[in-house]
């Protein structure tokens, strides 16, 4: 496959309507299996994959406020489905910022309850990373799931092996707290706002989220600069409060 035939199919992607985002990640899930035949030796020597040829277009970024009170609201009307498991499932969302399927996915050996973590050992980006959740999240599982194997998936639906969808579920429960138009993916990028505004630098959200650093900043760099800036002003009231004190030597 060559970048020529890559682009018309692209063309064609967008005439059909599909948007510039989805075609990147296409685009991005090909490079990927292009990347993994090449670690693997299976493509030919010197082979260069099409793809990095290919015109990635410009993503329209959706903006949804979410106020940690709304989290608070979702976490709490969480509490009242029949499965007791949906709670858990909003609560680690809420607090891990993961992606839906990096929870749907985990089984119950890689949740660490004392450790208050979870172990990812495959994220969308290839590489491992802990979720850490919180107190109150550790006692709700220690509630809700008593009995678990450790090869099950914690949230595993009627068909063994299969994880529930909860879709459904969360469009009920977003529409019982007023906010009809949150997606779930809004929880993650809320918790990735919420570290930077925390003075967690771009660097350290990525790691924490499994988030590509370039992304990151394009979407969320004003919050980092922003609590740059605070942190520095900070650090200008301490100077000034303590300006008659400091002693200044010289060698």
Not at 96 to 106: D, M, N, P, Q
Request: hydrophobic share 45%.
């Amino acid at each position: 496959m060559s970048t020529e035939q890559l682009e018309t199919a692209v063309q064609a992607m967008l005439e059909h309507g599909y948007a510039g985002a989805t075609v990147n990640r296409d685009l991005s899930t090909l490079g990927s299996f292009y990347r993994w035949a090449k670690h693997r030796r299976l493509s030919p020597r010197g082979f260069k994959s099409p793809t990095l040829g290919a015109k990635r277009f410009e993503e329209r970024i959706r903006r949804v406020h979410v106020e940690q009170e709304d989290l608070e609201r979702i976490r709490t009307a969480a509490l009242g489905f029949a499965d007791r498991r949906s709670a858990v499932f909003v609560a680690l969302l809420i607090d891990t910022g993961a992606r839906k399927s990096e929870l749907l996915e985990r089984r119950w050996g890689e949740l660490d309850l004392a450790g208050r973590q979870i172990l990812a050992p495959i994220t969308k980006n290839g590489t491992p990373r802990v979720l850490f959740f919180s107190d109150r999240t550790a006692d709700l599982i220690a509630r809700a799931c008593p009995g678990r194997a450790d090869l099950n998936l914690i949230f595993e639906g009627r068909v063994p092996g299969q994880p529930i969808e909860y879709l459904t579920a969360w469009r009920t429960l977003v529409r019982s707290v007023g906010l009809h138009d949150l997606h779930m993916h809004d929880v993650r990028h809320a918790a990735a706002a919420n570290l930077l505004r925390a003075g967690v630098t771009l660097a350290v959200a990525a790691q924490v989220l499994g988030h590509d650093p370039a992304v990151l900043a394009r979407r969320y760099g004003h919050l980092e600069t922003q609590a740059l800036r605070q942190a520095q002003e900070s650090a200008w009231r301490l100077s000034n409060v303590g300006a008659a004190k400091v002693v200044v030597t010289r060698c």
